[in-house]
Each structure stands twice: as structure tokens, then as C-alpha cells.
């Protein structure tokens, strides 16, 4: 892993950031795709971490393909089980050390990859140059997602149906495990309403094979709260997608206006889609043209 030394050079001046982009719960920097072209049609670099155990690490077992066995699946033993959220922020930090040689990084993280760009502004500050969060956890006052998720802004969210997805028990698999393979049509239509209702079925299709079933409980349970003396001082964005039913604009507003109240001198710069949770993906165009006017 490389990092900066006092006698290496440091970025060319007036080099262009580099958007470091950091995928959420159950997918990877497969997800990113569509903003990566965009970026790159405006003349941006752009680097999409896969966070450990997921992108081509990812456990896919036997039991989960066609034809499935739920009942043997739900007892595999999972790869994520052990993966923590510093695990998370020690993977996405080296990459962004080796990034900031060339030039300031501009820290993007979608839904629960939040909690991870907030760990490397927490712990590095003085090599991010902006952190921009996409209907992401930004916890002040709660300590995790799952705490905020106990909140009246998160009433609004269509989660609950999609409690019968999920397969094993996760405080014994150490995981959360959802088969996104299911061919129940009410499940589906759960699913899509949750976290990608603005498309088409068979776009949602597509975006549901991208993902993975895993996710780790000990990533979703940690303490990711914000630091006012570190991550306080690195200026930031959200982008707040109003047709979200995973985690309502409520509950955007609320981790905003807590944040906000804690570093008040340093307040986020607000945009906002209307799109669901997934849906700003179908809109590279746009999540890329907002990301530009930050680079300037």
C-alpha cells in the first residue's frame, strides 16, 4: 500500500480531483457504472472501491443458484461475517492515500456506504477535499443505521415487508442475507417499491443481478457517528433524493440538519433529485453533472 511521505511529491498544482465513489448495502463498484461514463464525458477521473468481500469477492454459494436450496443456503457460512466497519475505512482510506499523490479526492458514498466515507473523514480529513453523501448515513446524534432506523422520520420506508427476503438468522450468520433470486411476484413488487420504483421492471431486474446477498452485520451495527474536529472540517454535500422509500427524505433531512447543527460553520451543500433510493443511478447524467460543479 502506498502512502504519502515528506519526500514525495506532492499533486501537480491545480491538478483535477479524482471522485472516489463507494458503493452501499449488498452491491459494489459494479452499481457505479453509469456515473463513472458520465464523469468521464465530462473529462473527470473517477476510481469505484469494491469494499471487502464484495464486487468479484463476493459469495455467491451453490445453494443460491438456480434451482435454489433456501434451507441449505440459510446455514452456509458466510465470507462477510467478519468484516467490520473499520475494515471498510482502512480499505477505502488506501486507496484514497494513493489518489490524493495526484490530486485532491472528492469522497462520494451512496446509502450505506455513508457510514464508510464518514469513517476516512473521521480518521484522514486532510486527504479528502470534499465528502458527498447520496441518500447516505451521516449519523450524528444515533450511532448507527440501525439506531436511526428506530426513528419517526424512518416510518415513511418500505422495508418491512421485505423482512420475508431475508434468509438464516443473522445474529448467527453474522449477516444479513436477502435472496435477491426470488421469483415471488409480490416480493419483487416489495422490492422495487422500496428501492427503485421510478423504472421500468425490466430495469429493475437488471439492477437486482448486480447485487449480492450478504452484508455485514457488524458493519450496519457499529458506531459510525461523525467527529465535529475531524470530519467537521472537510466541506460537504448531500444529495437528497425525494421519492426514496428506503431512507425517506425524512430522514435525509434529519441526518443533514444534525450535522449541520453540530458544525454549523461548515453546513452541507444540499441538491436534490426526484428519485428513488436506486433511481439516481438512471440518472448518471444528472448525479454527474452535480458532482462537476464540486470539482471546480
Given amino acids: 500500500m502506498s502512502s504519502i511521505s515528506s519526500g514525495a511529491p506532492g499533486p501537480p498544482p491545480g491538478a483535477a480531483p479524482t471522485f472516489v465513489l463507494v458503493h452501499g448495502s449488498g452491491t459494489s463498484s459494479f452499481m457505479w457504472a ?6 468521464a464525458l465530462l473529462g473527470h477521473r473517477s476510481f469505484a472501491v469494491d469494499l471487502p468481500g464484495h464486487g468479484l469477492d463476493a459469495q455467491y454459494p451453490v445453494a443460491y443458484q438456480a434451482p435454489q ?4 443456503w440459510a446455514d452456509e457460512p458466510s465470507t462477510l461475517a467478519g468484516v467490520t466497519l473499520q475494515d471498510n475505512v482502512d480499505a477505502v482510506t488506501g486507496v484514497v492515500r494513493r489518489l490524493a499523490e495526484h ?9 450505506l456506504g455513508g457510514t464508510t466515507i464518514t469513517g476516512v473523514g473521521n480518521e484522514t480529513p486532510e486527504l479528502v477535499s470534499r465528502l458527498v453523501y447520496i441518500s447516505a448515513w451521516s449519523c450524528v446524534q444515533r450511532s448507527n443505521p440501525i439506531e436511526y432506523m428506530q426513528e419517526p ?11 420475508a427476503l431475508n434468509i438464516g438468522d443473522p445474529q448467527r ?11 415471488d411476484p409480490e416480493m419483487l413488487a416489495a422490492l422495487k417499491a422500496a428501492t427503485l420504483a421510478d423504472v421500468d421492471d425490466a430495469r429493475f431486474r ?3 443481478n448486480i447485487l449480492q446477498p450478504d452484508e455485514s452485520m457488524a458493519v450496519m451495527m457499529s458506531d459510525a457517528r461523525v467527529r465535529a474536529a475531524t470530519w467537521g ?14 431512507i425517506p427524505v425524512a430522514m435525509q433531512d434529519r441526518l443533514i440538519a444534525e450535522a449541520d447543527a453540530l458544525t454549523p460553520g ?10 428513488s433510493h436506486a433511481g439516481f443511478l438512471y440518472r448518471a447524467d444528472e448525479v454527474a453533472a452535480i458532482l462537476d460543479g464540486l470539482a471546480v
Fill in 233 to 246: 472540517t472537510v466541506p460537504r454535500t448531500y444529495v437528497r433524493l425525494t421519492e426514496d422509500r428506503s
Fill in 103 to 111: 490530486g485532491p479526492v472528492v469522497l462520494v458514498g451512496a446509502s
Fill in 266 to 275: 461548515n453546513p452541507y451543500d444540499v441538491h436534490t433529485l426526484d428519485t
Fill in 69 to 72: 436450496d433456501l434451507e441449505a
Fill in 34 to 39: 453509469p456515473v463513472q461514463r458520465e464523469l
Fill in 153 to 163: 422520520e424512518y416510518a415513511d420506508n418500505l422495508m418491512g415487508p421485505l423482512a
Fill in 173 to 183: 450468520l453474522g449477516v444479513g442475507r436477502a435472496n435477491y433470486r426470488t421469483a
Fill in 206 to 208: 437488471a439492477f437486482l
